[in-house]
T-cell receptor
């Protein structure tokens, strides 16, 4: 099946630093999604991207849909302690009536105050 | 603002025991999903229900059965639990199969010994 590779797997950063993470696929997607999972909770949608090359922001978060449709990037500016969690990318591809969503393996972010 | 409610939150089973994980949503969503989350594997789809009365297999359906009891409820059953089914299970829902806006529950942590 499709594989989504996220990097880095984990990162420690100082509060106030910017963060970058990315996701690459062996196949193309129609939509890229970025989720955040807090400890003990389910993932929550942060940003959705629909077109190759699209750049979308949500507060301090910015994500881009790669031109090749096989990758996506998430940047977090001026990190704060509540940014701690696991960030998942997900790609969606039409598959008949159900649009299959494939999730990446996650990037675990730790913020040092 | 309950959203998606999963029960139980934690469960320990002995190999061969059976159990049912319950999921209910109060957002009048048509589609519901069961995922499992394992370290380094991301979220993998077990089964989904595009609408009330229908269920379909996802990526990893073996060893599981589901029931879409009504529009609100979607249960996941393990008939004979195996250690390989030790995982965190998430239920999610969306307005329809093509809607990216999945709402996740807070998960059930299952250990099979």
């Amino acid at each position: 099946g499709q594989q989504l590779n996220q990097s880095p797997q984990s990162m420690f950063i100082q509060e106030g630093e910017d963060v970058s993470m990315n996701c690459t696929s062996s196949s193309i997607f129609n939509t890229w999604l970025w989720y955040k999972q807090d400890p003990g909770e389910g993932p929550v949608l942060l940003i959705a991207l629909y077109k190759a090359g699209e750049l979308t922001s949500n507060g301090r978060l910015t994500a881009q849909f790669g031109i090749t449709r096989k990758d996506s990037f998430l940047n977090i500016s001026a990190s704060i302690p509540s940014d701690v969690g696991i960030y998942f990318c997900a790609g969606r591809l039409n598959s008949g009536g159900y649009q299959k969503v494939t999730f990446g393996t996650g990037t675990k972010l730790q913020v040092i105050p | 603002n309950a959203g998606v409610t999963q029960t139980p939150k934690f469960q320990v089973l002995k190999t061969g025991q059976s159990m049912t994980l319950q999921c209910a949503q109060d957002m009048n969503h048509n589609s519901m999903y069961w995922y499992r989350q394992d370290p380094g594997m991301g979220l993998r789809l077990i089964y989904y229900s595009a609408s009330e009365g229908t269920t379909d297999k996802g990526e990893v359906p073996n060893g599981y059965n589901v029931s879409r009891l009504n529009k609100r409820e979607f249960s996941l059953r393990l008939e004979s639990a195996a250690p390989s089914q030790t995982s965190v299970y998430f239920c999610a829902s969306s307005e329809n199969p093509s809607n990216y806006g999945y709402t996740f529950g807070s998960g059930t942590r299952l250990t099979v010994v």
